[in-house]
């Protein structure tokens, strides 16, 4: 609109179709109208190309422009001269808005070149209106000799900028559309890797406590049904006999053996049961639960330990209670698993609508830069998300590692 | 010896279980078993209709767990004698259950050699029992406030230094390397904190430090 204007203004078209009553509008009106349209044309390509997020130099460029166009333009407009020679306001407006068509060509052009597709359009239609514009302007300062062409070149610069600008705004749209449903696509991929994890990582659970029950208390206890039998056995032949009391002694010391092993068997099913399902969390919350976690995983290795449990009532549900204390438990293997450490520490706030947790260890660390992938960080990283919530992971050399665990209550 | 019989109430879900203990408990010619509850509302209603003397009770049960039977009977029943009869060993729930005000905590373990024996003291000497197996795991009670402020003036200046590093959660390491001492230096002044603050359980340093400069 603003070049139309412009070109009618220049043409002397506006004057005669536009308004013919009035005198010497034209000459005023024009630079802001110039002016205006340059401003407009610099914000168009600063969103349309996100330039000041690509290329923040450049963004604070056009600012400077459209900064320095406007007192010019209003003061040639009020007819006031600013203390300069007639005649230079037109010129500084020139310059800058020459200045102007510079920036809308080098950032589409730099922005093409950095991968932003949505530039090229822009990059057509900008050097379509450039050149008709550049011929134009030759065409006014030389007083060439004017054919058909050249006065027409500005209108066909202007109507195919139009056309391609428009073209322009299709493609943004279409590449888009494209990367919308590109995301799209990703988010579902990496939602059905994260499922196939899950239910590997299930797998594994299972197999683990499948063999547990196979190998530690099923034979456990297929043990103790042979001792017994062969108990019972021992019982039956020597009944009666001469030394009977000395058999009974002898039964009841086996039985106190078989007693034992009972009890050995019975810390292993324990020791599942609480693996399997954190009842003391259920029943007494975080501070008993992590209490007794600390204290099963680290007391036997002689690794020292402290907590500090904030036991402010928090509203929350079981599956992120679960989910916190799973992410604990997990940090707890790993610790005992990579970090040879002596020290633990753990503590969790609750801070308005979030739960917090830090734990730290001292053992040796590593360069987190290069994260193990061993560490199952991911899985949970992938499970806190699906909560809304966040883990982070700084480790130095042998100072030891910091994890913090964070999850919305809501 | 008591001259009338006490009557007993048993709540576990298992009736095998169940079946067990009132064999073991028939030896005991004081004792009157009065009514069996499978699960912890059965309990609850059993209480109110029987009004035994003695309550056995299972800490996982369906419904309602031990532990809330004896808080809703706590306060209704003072004189309710309970006794928490539980596979669970862990140190949280032997707490959890005599600040709740039980009488005594049985593992089923050992539920043979200690209800007896536990019947006896708690019934007949009127004061609480912990099965022998959990004994080193007894309570470990925070120190209370007068405790605590009596004992702070008795830190040195480093000890003082230490426990400041200790609520900004870092670890023996990291205050041996800010303060230039070694790691075994820290560990020796962490344990004299401990034993001056009366601070059972090394674990209890952190949550001190940080309540004490709020953290």
Redesign the interface.
């Known amino acids: 609109m603003g070049l139309v204007l412009i070109n009618a203004m220049v043409s002397g078209h506006s004057k005669i179709f536009l308004w013919p009553e009035t005198e010497l509008i034209d000459s005023r009106i024009i630079l802001i109208v110039a002016a205006g349209t340059i401003i407009f044309a610099l914000q168009f390509i600063n969103h349309f190309l996100n330039v000041r997020s690509h290329f923040p130099r450049l963004w604070k460029a056009s600012v400077w422009i459209m900064i320095l166009i406007i007192p010019p333009a209003i003061a040639e407009f009020l007819g006031l001269a600013l203390g300069v020679a007639n005649g230079i306001l037109p010129v500084v407006i020139l310059v800058l808005g020459n200045l102007g068509i510079f920036y809308y060509l080098g950032v589409s052009i730099a922005s093409y070149r950095t991968g932003i597709k949505q530039a090229r359009f822009v990059i057509v239609a900008f050097s379509a209106f450039s050149i008709g514009f550049y011929f134009y302007q030759t065409f006014l300062l030389q007083g060439a000799e004017p054919d058909i062409f050249l006065i027409h070149m500005l209108e066909l610069g202007i109507l195919a900028e139009g056309l391609l600008l428009s073209l322009a705004l299709a493609d943004r749209i279409n590449l888009l559309s494209q990367q919308k449903e590109m995301a799209e696509r990703e988010a579902l991929l990496h939602q059905r890797d994260f499922s196939k994890k899950l239910i590997q990582a299930q797998e594994v659970e299972r197999e683990k406590f499948s063999s547990a029950l196979h190998d530690s208390i099923g034979h456990g206890v297929l043990v103790l049904k042979q001792n017994l039998t062969s108990l019972a056995n021992d019982c039956l032949t020597n009944k009666g006999g001469r030394a009977g009391v000395n058999v009974a002694q002898k039964t009841a010391r086996e039985i106190d053996l078989q007693a034992n092993y009972c009890s050995e068997i019975l810390t292993e099913v324990r020791q599942m049961s609480h693996d399997l399902h954190p009842h003391l969390l259920t029943r007494l919350g975080f501070k008993s639960a992590i209490q007794e976690t600390m204290t099963r995983a680290f007391a036997a290795q002689d690794i020292h330990w402290q907590m500090d449990v904030d036991e402010t009532p928090v509203e929350i549900d079981s599956e992120r209670k679960n989910l916190i204390y799973r992410a604990i438990q997990e940090s707890f293997n790993n610790i005992l698993k990579h970090a040879h450490a002596t020290e633990v520490i753990l503590s969790l706030r609750v801070d308005q609508d979030k739960i917090l947790v830090n734990i730290k260890d001292d053992g040796r660390g590593f360069d987190d830069k290069v994260f193990p992938d061993s560490l199952g960080i991911n899985n949970m990283r992938d499970r806190l998300k699906l909560f809304g919530g966040h883990l982070s992971i700084h480790s130095t050399p042998n100072i030891g590692t910091h994890l913090t665990i964070s999850v919305p209550t809501v | 010896m008591a001259n009338q019989k006490k009557r007993l109430l048993i709540a576990d879900d298992h009736p095998i279980f169940r079946q067990g203990l009132k064999q073991l408990l028939a030896s005991i010619e004081w004792l009157h078993i009065v009514a069996e509850a499978e699960n912890g509302c059965s309990a609850l209603s059993q209480i109110k209709h029987f009004r035994p003397d003695i309550i056995i009770l299972d800490l996982?049960m369906p419904d309602m767990?031990g532990?809330t039977v004896l808080q809703r009977t706590r306060e209704e029943y003072p004189n309710l004698i309970t006794i928490i009869l539980t596979?669970?060993?862990?140190?949280?729930?032997v707490?959890?259950a005599f600040e709740l005000g039980a009488n005594a905590y049985v593992v089923k373990?050992s539920a043979g050699e200690d209800l007896i024996n536990c019947l006896e003291v708690v019934v007949q000497r009127k004061d609480v029992y912990i099965s022998p197996s959990l004994g080193s795991r007894f309570p470990e009670l925070p120190p209370t406030a007068t405790e605590k402020n009596t004992s702070l003036d008795s830190l040195t200046k480093m000890e003082r230094k230490i426990l400041s590093h200790?609520a900004r959660?870092l670890?023996?390491?990291?205050i041996g390397?800010e303060l230039g001492v070694s790691?075994r230096t820290v560990?020796n002044h962490r344990s004299s904190i401990c034993s001056k603050l009366h601070l059972k359980g090394?674990?209890q340093?952190?949550?001190f430090a940080?309540e004490y400069f709020d953290q």
Not at chain 2, 87 to 93: E, F, L, T
Not at chain 2, 171 to 174: C, D, F, G, R, W
């Open positions: 996982a767990d532990l596979s669970y060993d862990d140190s949280a729930y707490d959890r373990d200790v959660f670890t023996s390491k990291e390397k790691y560990q090394a674990h340093l952190l949550s940080r």
